[in-house]
């Protein structure tokens, strides 16, 4: 069995490098929803869990106020 040279392309000759689009770079720097606004999540489910009044989205909406103002300031919309 004889071996066979095989040749591979340079990836230092090519003519151009790929353009990265702006949308492509801020979605890379644009943080994951799950990854901020913890504590005011943490907050919010809390409130809406034990509360004990009849409409809990009510008596915690300081608090899921709070919690879309923050998640507003990374660009998230809820």
């Given at each position: 069995?004889?071996?066979?040279?095989?040749?591979?392309?340079?990836?230092?000759?090519?003519p151009?490098?790929?353009?990265?689009?702006?949308?492509?770079?801020?979605?890379?720097?644009?943080?994951?929803?799950?990854?901020?606004?913890?504590?005011?999540?943490?907050r919010?489910?809390?409130?809406?869990?034990?509360?004990?009044?009849?409409?809990?989205?009510?008596?915690?909406?300081?608090?899921?106020?709070?919690?879309?103002?923050?998640?507003?300031?990374f660009?998230?919309?809820?």
């Amino acid at each position: 069995m004889a071996s066979q040279a095989v040749s591979i392309p340079s990836l230092t000759g090519s003519p151009a490098a790929p353009q990265v689009s702006q949308t492509t770079t801020d979605a890379a720097s644009k943080p994951k929803p799950c990854c901020v606004c913890k504590d005011e999540k943490a907050r919010r489910d809390d409130c809406m869990l034990f509360s004990n009044a009849a409409d809990p989205q009510k008596d915690c909406q300081s608090t899921i106020d709070l919690y879309k103002s923050c998640m507003a300031g990374f660009g998230f919309k809820i």
